[in-house]
C-alpha cells in the first residue's frame, strides 16, 4: 500500500518556506521572495518519493498585525495546520526558541511534527549543534530535527523519507503527472508577483496585486494579459517607473520565469490600475481571488 498525506510547512515570514518547497520539487512553482509576506495564499505542491505521495500545502508565515489582508494570513496558516497529517515547522538556525515555543501553544490538535534548521550555511556547525542541543528541552514534542542549507544543498532523501515515514498509507490524493493543483493562471499570477517583489524596492509590493485577465494559447505563443493593482498614484508611477523602465523589467522577468515553466514562447502585457484600500476590503478581496471566509 502506498503512503500518502498532507504535510504542511509552518514557521515565521521569511523563515525559508518557499525555498524548501522549490528545492524538494525541483521545479519553480511555489513562489520565493527575499521580502516577508510574501506568501498569501495556500497552494499544494505534490512531490511524489519514490512510490509514495505527499501533498505540500505552503502557509503563510504566522504573525499577527492588523491589516486584514494579514488576517486572512494567519487564518489560512492555522487553517493548513489542523487539517494535516503532519508539519514541518521551519525555524531559521540564528532565531531563538520563542517563535518554535509560540507554534506549540498554537498546535492545539498536538499535529505530529518534524523541526527543521534553516539556513544553517550561515553560522558554524559548532553554532548548529549548540542550537540542536538547546532545542532538546522540547525532544518529546518533535518527530525529529533536521539541519538544512538550501544553499549548500543537503540531501532531500533525508528530509522526504522522514516525512513519508509519518504518513498515513493511503491511496494518492492526486494524479502523479500534475505537479501542483493551483491553476495555471495561479501561478502566472504569482510569478508577476514575485517580479515586482524583486524589482520595486519599498512597502510598495505589499500594497500590489495582480489579476490576470487573459490567457490565449496560440499555436506558437501564450499570450497573457495582466493588471497589476496598486492604492494610490505615486505607487503606480514607482510600478511603471522613469520612461517605463520598471514595467519592462517586471515584465521581462516574469515571462522568463513563464517561458521556463511551460517551455513555450509566452507573449506577457501588463497593465497598471488603481483600487483605493484593496488590503482593508473584503470585497476587493474577493474580486482579487482571496477566498475570504471570515
Ligand atoms: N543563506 C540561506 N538563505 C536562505 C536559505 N533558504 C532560504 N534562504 C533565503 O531566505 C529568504 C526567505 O526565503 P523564502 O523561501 O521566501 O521564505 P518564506 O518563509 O517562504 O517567506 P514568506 O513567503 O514571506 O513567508 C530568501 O532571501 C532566501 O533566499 C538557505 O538555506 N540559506
Known amino acids: ?8 510547512v509552518v514557521g515565521r515570514p521569511n523563515a525559508g518556506k518557499s525555498s524548501l518547497l522549490n528545492w524538494l520539487v525541483g521545479e519553480k512553482i511555489a513562489m520565493v521572495s527575499h521580502k516577508a509576506n510574501a506568501t498569501r495564499k495556500r497552494s499544494n505542491i505534490i512531490v511524489m518519493h519514490e512510490d509514495d505521495q505527499i501533498v505540500f500545502v505552503d502557509t503563510p508565515g504566522i504573525h499577527e498585525t492588523e491589516k486584514l489582508i494579514n488576517k486572512f494570513m494567519l487564518d489560512e ?5 489542523g487539517d494535516c497529517d503532519l508539519i514541518l515547522f521551519l525555524a531559521p538556525v540564528t532565531d531563538k526558541l520563542t517563535h518554535y515555543e509560540d507554534f506549540l501553544v498554537k498546535n492545539k490538535k498536538n499535529v505530529k511534527h518534524i523541526l527543521l534548521l534553516t539556513k544553517v550555511d550561515n553560522v558554524t556547525n559548532e553554532e548548529v549543534l549548540e542550537k540542536m542541543k538547546e532545542y ?5 514534542k518533535y518527530e525529529s530535527i533536521i539541519p538544512v542549507s538550501i544553499k549548500k544543498g543537503t540531501t532531500h532523501g533525508n528530509i522526504l523519507d522522514d516525512v513519508v515515514k509519518h504518513l498515513p498509507e493511503h491511496p ?3 494524479d502523479p503527472e500534475i505537479m501542483t493543483t493551483e491553476h495555471m493562471r495561479d501561478i502566472f499570477k504569482e510569478f508577476i508577483r514575485e517580479s515586482i517583489f524583486e524589482n520595486i524596492s519599498d512597502e510598495i509590493p505589499y500594497e500590489t496585486d495582480v489579476l490576470i485577465n487573459k490567457v490565449e494559447e496560440k499555436p506558437k505563443i501564450d ?13 503606480k508611477g514607482m510600478i511603471i517607473g522613469k520612461n517605463a523602465e520598471a514595467i519592462k523589467r517586471i515584465g521581462k522577468d516574469a515571462r522568463l520565469k513563464i517561458e521556463k515553466l511551460t517551455g513555450r514562447k509566452c507573449f506577457l502585457e501588463l497593465f497598471v490600475s488603481i483600487k483605493k484600500g484593496w488590503t482593508k476590503d473584503k470585497q476587493g ?3 482579487l481571488g482571496y477566498d475570504v471566509t471570515f
Open 77 to 81: 496558516a492555522l487553517k493548513a495546520m
Open 1 to 8: 500500500m502506498t503512503k500518502c498525506g498532507y504535510v504542511s
Open 223 to 235: 499570450v497573457i494579459k495582466a493588471t497589476i493593482i496598486v492604492q494610490k498614484g505615486t505607487q
Open 172 to 174: 494518492y490524493l492526486f
Open 285 to 287: 478581496l474577493r474580486e
Open 136 to 140: 532538546q528541552v522540547h525532544s518529546d
